[in-house]
């Protein structure tokens, strides 16, 4: 095995950089992708601006240059040697949104992510047209609702794209996209691996005033597939990456992708039967599709793997933050009263997040009656135009820490399971099923109950809390290596030399949580009426 020190010196190494919802990322991989070298991270989180959420692109370069420099740090740590050369990059970011530019590439509005839901008219109106499924988060129903609004920027619009895309246009001056996340800027055509034809002459007979004299497909980025060589790595990209200057121009870069297409490579779930489940700031499912759906669900999406093979996602806005500021809080009552670990150091927020999961199995399989919604934003799956974070019970819940815990923990799944519902309805089955995102990372639990919620398998790799920024970072070095001659696609590809050796945790439903779950399911359905509710009695001011 070649020395990790050795391969950084010697400029081999892949990058992968992913922008979340609350981290930046930053991974390094050497000659063999399953191994992460180092890595880098930086926090931020969106704003809700004239009601509308959004990143500002300062903080993208400052967050990005923080987390590669946290990754040379690491580094220099690890190896005592400078990253100064990199043999290919990889940029992946949340997907969907809207990022509209000028004729100079200046951007037009801020950035509306994939968080906002005001474009119902568009959406429903769409949807109509095309006869597929448009959420309200993907960038095409974002456009049409600012033209149906009539917004001064639209008649400037000469491009739009998503943060992967523009991030990748700023480091290599190529304006392209990898197909699955172009997959959530307008339907792809998965016998063509491009924009569907048919579906953008409708758009354009039906909104010819977008932007003056351009259709819409001179408005979006130009699709690649997974392993295609997507540009380098200018001297202007480099300084942006690393603005001391070490790191060097030439890098080969990857077509960028989103969290989903990312989060299927760093599962090994990019084949037909295979899927995954992502649990962050949001939380989605996706499915490799062997057929197509029968009917249009407004639950389910059609997307694609970074190959171009058809996905059905379910994606739910709203993940494991709730369940995260319910831990941030036990972890300041236990910083407060002086609580400390076994060894007498003071508690660190993982110790009492894996204490919160653990005293979740102790809970009833029903959650004892308890019922969390962890709806942040708005939740098109459940019908919410808003968010109202609520916590239920009645007088005759079990009220104990272990099943308000579990509650919690089922109410990350729930929005989800009712989507998955949809997808069994449509006879769509599964070989397996992985996990992936930090709340896997206390074994037994998050999985455990995930397992009950879709009442199926589901493994979990050591990788597990790498995640998206280590899929990227795959995706770069599998572009690498078809520069090199490689001939595999990207399933046999992953199979025999990222996860050939690999090990997975797998988990079975056990009955009893398959029972609880799906009373829980049916108590969470019928009270998200009381959620309706709260966003009518209590506007956001």
Known sequence: MTDPKDVIAAGRACLGIELGSTRIKACLVGEDPSTVLAVGSHDWENKLVDRLWTYSLEDVWTGIQAAYADLLADVERRYGTRLENLGAIGVSAMMH???????ADRLLVPFRTWRNTNTGPAAAELTKLF???????WSIAHL??????????????????????????????????????????????????????????????????????????????????????????TA????????????QPGALLCPPEGDAGTGMVATCSVAPRTGNVSAGTSIFAMVVLERPLQQVHHELDLVTTPSGDPVAMVHCNNGASELAAWVGLFSRFAAASGAVSASGAALEPDD??????????????NAGGLLAYNHLAGEPIAE?????????????????????????????????????????????????MFAHGGMFRTAGVAQRFLSGALAAPVSVAATASEGGPWG???????????????ELDLDAYLRKHVFGGAEFETTEPDPADVDGFATYLDRYHRGLQVERAAISALPVE
């Open 97 to 103: 949104g809207y990022l509209a530019f000028d004729d």
């Open 131 to 137: 006869g597929v499924n448009i959420p309200l988060r």
């Open 144 to 233: 049409r609702q600012a033209v149906l609004d009539g917004e001064p920027h639209v008649s400037q619009i000469r491009s739009i794209t998503t943060l992967a895309g523009y991030v990748h246009r700023e480091l290599t001056g190529r304006k392209v996209l990898g197909v699955g996340d172009a997959s959530g800027m307008f339907p792809i055509d998965s016998r063509t691996n491009n924009y569907d034809a048919e579906l953008l002459a409708r758009y354009d007979s039906l909104a010819p005033q977008t932007a003056p004299g351009l259709t819409l497909s001179e408005l979006l980025p130009d699709v690649l597939v997974a392993g295609q060589p997507a540009g380098e790595l």
């Open 236 to 247: 202007e990209g480099a300084a942006l990456l690393d603005p001391t200057g070490t790191l």
């Open 352 to 365: 009492v997040f894996n204490t919160l999961f653990r005293e979740a199995l102790d809970g009833a399989p």
């Open 384 to 432: 919410l135009s808003e968010g109202r974070p609520l916590f239920l019970r009645t007088p005759d819940s079990d009220f104990t820490l272990g099943n308000f815990m579990r509650a919690q923990l089922y109410g990350v799944f729930g929005t989800l399971a009712l989507g998955m519902r949809v997808l069994a309805g449509e006879g769509v089955e599964l070989d397996q």
């Open 472 to 486: 990227i970072a795959v995706l770069a070095s599998y572009a690498s290596a078809n520069a090199a001659g490689n």
